[in-house]
C-alpha cells in the first residue's frame, strides 16, 4: 500500500525558513515526479515545485524561483522542499504528490495519484 506522509510545517516569520518532507512508503520516490502543491484558505490547489523522476530535473514556479528547492534523498526516499524568505501570502496547506507520469514541468494536480496529507504552514509576524 502506497503512502506518502509530508511533514515539516510551523509557524514562521516574513521572511524566515521552513524544510519540508516528504517520505515515501510502498513507492519508490526516485521513479516518479513528486511535486509540492499548497493550498491557501479558500482558494485552489497551486502547484510550487517538481522533481523529475526520469532525470531528477527541478522545476518550480516563477514566484518561488531562487527561494524554494526541491531535492530528493535517495537512502531515505524521501523528498524535501527548502523554503527560504517565505511570505504571508505563502501560508497553507502544503501537500506532496507523486505521479508516475513524467509531467512534472504542468505542476498540474489533477495529473499526480499520489498525495500525502498536507502539513500547515503559517506565516506572520
Not at 501570502?89 to 499520489?114: H, K, M, P, Q, W
Amino acid at each position: 500500500q502506497v503512502h506518502l506522509v509530508d511533514s515539516g510545517g510551523g509557524l514562521v516569520h516574513p521572511g524566515g525558513s521552513l524544510s519540508l518532507s516528504c517520505t515515501g512508503s510502498g513507492l519508490t520516490l526516485d521513479y516518479y515526479d513528486v511535486a509540492w502543491f499548497r493550498q491557501a484558505p479558500g482558494k485552489g490547489r497551486e502547484g510550487v515545485s517538481c522533481i523529475a523522476g526520469l532525470d531528477g530535473k527541478t522545476y518550480n514556479v516563477e514566484s518561488v524561483k531562487g527561494r524554494f528547492a526541491i531535492s530528493r534523498d535517495k537512502a531515505k526516499n524521501t523528498v524535501y522542499l527548502q523554503m527560504n524568505s517565505l511570505t504571508p501570502e505563502e501560508a497553507g496547506i502544503y501537500y506532496c504528490a507523486a505521479t508516475f507520469r513524467n509531467v512534472c514541468d504542468s505542476l498540474d494536480d489533477r495529473r499526480y495519484d499520489y498525495w500525502g496529507q498536507g502539513t500547515q504552514v503559517s506565516v506572520s509576524s
